[in-house]
Nanobody, 116 residues
Framework: QVQLVESGGGLVQTGGSLRLSCTVS????????MGWYRQIPGHQREMVAV????????EYADFVKGRFTISRDNAKKTVSLQMNSLTPEDTAVYYC?????????WGQGTQVTVSS
């Protein structure tokens, strides 16, 4: 059983920073991609950032390039998202994801609210 638990969401002012963390329990491997997605009410869930087995294999959505940084610690089975220069448009529920050989697993989500 793979379970993901996110932490680090909250309320921040425009221009501020937050760091999201996700801890995975259960059997996953360093080759399993991990990522962060977000969902705004009334919209589909969208990819924010994905990381492969190492930090050299990363993909970011255009709307976060240069502001967000994804990282992972394979030994601790964690994935993090450093979010800088936040804007109200970043307000959403952020979900952690791991793709375990084609089977996706999701966390429960953490709310990020950016005030103007």
């Amino acid at each position: 059983q793979v379970q993901l638990v996110e932490s680090g969401g909250g309320l921040v002012q425009t221009g501020g920073s937050l760091r999201l963390s996700c801890t995975v329990s259960g059997s996953i491997y360093s080759i399993n991609p991990m990522g962060w997605y977000r969902q705004i009410p009334g919209h589909q869930r969208e990819m924010v950032a994905v990381i492969g087995s190492s930090s050299s294999i990363v993909e970011y959505a255009d709307f976060v390039k240069g502001r967000f940084t994804i990282s992972r610690d394979n030994a601790k089975k964690t994935v993090s998202l450093q979010m800088n220069s936040l804007t109200p448009e970043d307000t959403a529920v952020y979900y952690c994801n791991v793709d375990r050989f084609g089977s996706p697993y999701w966390g429960q989500g953490t709310q990020v609210t950016v005030s103007s």
